[in-house]
């Protein structure tokens, strides 16, 4: 065995050593866990509104880069495939007509409210952050140890079915000088967001203060830095609080799930 295949090998075993310890009870960010590993937002929904859904993402793919779908009724996907969806996510959102209404760390007891629930694995900008750190650049979030700042922004998605919400954006503070190198790393990578959606001039999203992030916590912006903002996956949870969808379980924003798939697999 070479050392690219040892090193892979390591990788999906820590990968896995993470779900297992947010099946545990865990809960924590999950950003810089299992480097080199491709990590994914979570939305669940009754088959009924899956449609919806569906062309919600296809509409809005910038925001929403679907990875997996998976079959309704079941808990599984072909990203990790001894994984469990309902317990292997650091935290876990209920929804109910629109309403958040609890997070646990365990969502077997609300997915079982539904015999025809179907996840949609949304792909997730920390799984560019090792190419970042590779480079050099550093990630703000993962170098202070707090979850990545997510803003809501005056930017409409494309409305589908009964769906409609804004773009929810995640952020990053880059040293100017860095930031069109920044852009070429992550547009690499087009299923988990890719290219910024925006660089300065946060109140053009509509975000009047960088210090109260609408999820995740506020980071520390250095002198000649840059907030950059990228398409986030948190922008499902967006469209079910606006549409006032009757069932839903997500992700707790910045406790994403951990594949098996290596990150170099959607680069481009």
């Given at each position: 065995?070479?050392?690219?295949?040892?090193?892979?090998?390591?990788?999906?075993?820590?990968?896995?050593?993470?779900?297992?310890?947010?099946?545990?009870?865990?809960?924590?960010?999950?950003?810089?866990?299992?480097?080199?590993?491709?990590?994914?937002?979570?939305?669940?929904?009754?088959?009924?509104?899956?449609?919806?859904?569906?062309?919600?993402?296809?509409?809005?793919?910038?925001?929403?880069?679907?990875?997996?779908?998976?079959?309704?009724?079941?808990?599984?996907?072909?990203?990790?495939?001894?994984?469990?969806?309902?317990?292997?996510?650091?935290?876990?959102?209920?929804?109910?007509?629109?309403?958040?209404?609890?997070?646990?760390?365990?969502?077997?007891?609300?997915?079982?409210?539904?015999?025809?629930?179907?996840?949609?694995?949304?792909?997730?900008?920390?799984?560019?952050?090792?190419?970042l750190q590779e480079a050099g650049i550093e990630v703000r979030h993962i170098a202070d140890n707090t979850n990545v700042p997510m803003y809501r922004t005056n930017r409409a998605c494309r409305p589908a079915g009964r769906l409609q919400g804004e773009m929810v954006v995640s952020m990053r503070p880059i040293p100017a000088s860095r930031v069109a190198e920044a852009s070429g790393i992550t547009g690499r990578y087009p299923s988990v967001h890719g290219a910024p959606v925006h660089i300065g001039e946060p109140e053009l999203l509509g975000i009047q203060d960088l210090s109260r992030p609408d999820f995740g916590d506020a980071v520390r912006i250095e002198p000649g830095e840059v907030p950059v903002f990228w398409a986030c996956g948190v922008t499902p949870q967006a469209a079910v609080a606006a549409s006032g969808v009757p069932f839903a379980i997500t992700h707790a924003p910045g406790h994403m799930f951990i594949t098996d798939v290596p990150d170099s697999t959607y680069h481009v």
């Open positions: 065995m070479n050392a690219l295949d040892r090193a892979r090998q390591a990788a999906i075993a820590a990968a896995r050593e993470a779900r297992e310890t947010y099946r545990g009870g865990l809960v924590a960010p999950t950003a810089g866990i299992a480097p080199g590993m491709t990590q994914a937002n979570l939305i669940a929904l009754p088959r009924e509104w899956a449609y919806d859904f569906l062309l919600y993402a296809q509409r809005n793919p910038k925001a929403c880069p679907i990875l997996d779908v998976s079959d309704a009724g079941s808990p599984r996907t072909i990203l990790a495939e001894d994984a469990d969806l309902r317990t292997d996510f650091p935290l876990y959102r209920i929804w109910r007509d629109g309403k958040l209404v609890e997070e646990v760390s365990d969502a077997r007891q609300a997915w079982a409210e539904h015999d025809d629930m179907v996840a949609f694995l949304i792909g997730c900008s920390f799984t560019f952050e090792t190419a």
